[in-house]
T-cell receptor, first 113, second 115 residues
Framework: GNSVTQMEGPVTLSEEAFLTINCTYT??????LFWYVQYPGEGLQLLLK?????DKGSNKGFEATYRKETTSFHLEKGSVQVSDSAVYFC????????????FGSGTQLTVLP | NAGVTQTPKFRILKIGQSMTLQCTQD?????MYWYRQDPGMGLKLIYY???????DKGEVPNGYNVSRSTTEDFPLRLELAAPSQTSVYFC??????????????FGDGTRLSIL
């Protein structure tokens, strides 16, 4: 079956630091890969996505590249801000599965001024 | 610009009580989902629906029921509340189309405590 493994948190960084959150997956076929972000007291919001190998998703300064050879989709940002403090979830969905998402356990990020 | 709306936002139940968590979406999405989120864990799929009149079990369906009589609404029913059902519940919806990578859109969640 499908599974997603995320870097354990919590992660605490100073403002303007470089961020990497690791994500690896196990899936049949060629899944679509997603990063969702959850701000306190809110639902999940799509941050970025990639649908095929070597695709790079990007949004709000965040990037992630779909690496099929290493089954990875690591999230990166060059310079984090206090407003990036949130929980980040890596997820995948397979074709023909009613787009069911399999989530990682989430990584709590705190950015200090 | 409502998107996915969940009610109530918070609820406390006694063991053995029942309740319905409401979810409605105004994006004309065919696919709808219910997840639960436990502390320090990712989201687990409870039930999903690919259209009105069609529902199916997800990873953790025990203790829950759903119905989908309209495209817009997808209520989740707890019949006999148990402490293990204390969690945050999220409803989501997605466009059906053929293009891969269609994201799910989430509501703000219902925080449920069973005491």
């Amino acid at each position: 079956g499908n599974s997603v493994t995320q870097m354990e948190g919590p992660v605490t960084l100073s403002e303007e630091a470089f961020l990497t959150i690791n994500c690896t997956y196990t899936a049949t076929g060629y899944p679509s890969l997603f990063w969702y972000v959850q701000y306190p007291g809110e639902g999940l919001q799509l941050l970025l996505k990639a649908t095929k190998a070597d695709d790079k998703g990007s949004n709000k300064g965040f990037e992630a590249t779909y690496r099929k050879e290493t089954t990875s989709f690591h999230l990166e940002k060059g310079s984090v801000q206090v407003s990036d403090s949130a929980v980040y979830f890596c997820a995948l969905s397979n074709k023909g599965s009613a787009r069911q998402l399999t989530f990682g356990s989430g990584t709590q990020l705190t950015v200090l001024p | 610009n409502a998107g996915v709306t969940q009610t109530p936002k918070f609820r406390i139940l006694k063991i053995g009580q029942s309740m319905t968590l409401q979810c409605t979406q105004d994006m004309n999405h065919n696919y709808m989902y219910w997840y639960r989120q436990d502390p320090g864990m990712g989201l687990k799929l409870i039930y999903y629906s690919v259209g009105a009149g069609i529902t199916d079990k997800g990873e953790v369906p025990n203790g829950y029921n759903v119905s989908r009589s309209t495209t817009e609404d997808f209520p989740l029913r707890l019949e006999l509340a148990a402490p293990s059902q204390t969690s945050v519940y999220f409803c989501a919806s997605s466009y059906r189309g053929d293009r891969e990578g269609q994201p799910q859109h989430f509501g703000d969640g219902t925080r449920l405590s069973i005491l």
